[in-house]
T-cell receptor, first 110, second 113 residues
Framework: SQQGEEDPQALSIQEGENATMNCSYKTSINNLQWYRQNSGRGLVHLIL?????REKHSGRLRVTLDTSKKSSSLLITASRAADTASYFCATDLTGNQFYFGTGTSLTVIP | DTAVSQTPKYLVTQMGNDKSIKCEQN?????MYWYKQDSKKFLKIMFSYNNKELIINETVPNRFSPKSPDKAHLNLHINSLELGDSAVYFC????????????FGPGTRLTVT
């Protein structure tokens, strides 16, 4: 299976702390993307990192990619209660073939 | 102004029935997708269409048939519904370049009784 796996499955932190979640995958990829899903809603694209990139930033988000280890991490700095959601990584194999991980459920306690 | 819309939002039906879910995107994207999200939040790709042509058809029962009348629409028809079809179905779209993320619809929660 090409699906990714996020780690941890669940994470609970205090507001203001940083949250780190990891994603591992199995095959060569075109790019890797992170998404957020609030309860009962569709997924929202957060950030895309291409296979030839190692790190990318967007606001309070920092994503790293290690293609040799087939892994990626998403760091959310200075977390807020509004960051409470599930976070998924998705590997893009060919430009339009996406495989999602199992998700990390993040709870930020005010 | 909704980028990707799906109808209906909720669908409750009995086993054996046939139902359809509609999806429309107004983003001008070339590629559209259907995903199934189970109760454990695992999101699995079912179909991918590029310019009205099927490019991915994962291991999905023949009872599921996507239809793309034009680039902006990708509908999902399900025949002979089974209990195991109960899930949330998401439509999504993206540019085919693979340089951007996908835009997801709000989902259709299907419950088969």
């Amino acid at each position: 299976s090409q699906q990714g796996e996020e780690d941890p499955q669940a994470l609970s932190i205090q507001e203001g702390e940083n949250a780190t979640m990891n994603c591992s995958y199995k095959t060569s990829i075109n790019n890797l993307q992170w998404y957020r899903q609030n309860s009962g809603r569709g997924l929202v694209h957060l950030i895309l990192i291409r296979s030839n990139e190692r790190e990318k930033h967007s606001g309070r988000l920092r994503v790293t990619l290690d293609t040799s280890k087939k892994s990626s991490s998403l760091l959310i700095t200075a977390s807020r209660a509004a960051d409470t959601a599930s976070y998924f990584c998705a590997t893009d194999l060919t430009g339009n073939q996406f495989y999602f991980g199992t998700g990390t459920s993040l709870t930020v306690i005010p | 102004d909704t980028a990707v819309s799906q109808t209906p939002k909720y669908l409750v039906t009995q086993m054996g029935n046939d139902k359809s879910i509609k999806c429309e995107q107004n983003l001008g994207h070339d590629t559209m997708y259907w995903y199934k999200q189970d109760s454990k939040k695992f999101l699995k790709i079912m179909f991918s269409y590029n310019n009205k042509e099927l490019i991915i058809n994962e291991t999905v029962p023949n009872r599921f048939s996507p239809k793309s009348p034009d680039k902006a629409h990708l509908n999902l028809h399900i025949n002979s519904l089974e209990l195991g079809d109960s899930a949330v179905y998401f439509c999504a779209s993206s540019q085919a370049s693979g340089r951007a993320g996908q835009y997801f619809g709000p989902g259709t929660r299907l419950t088969v009784t």
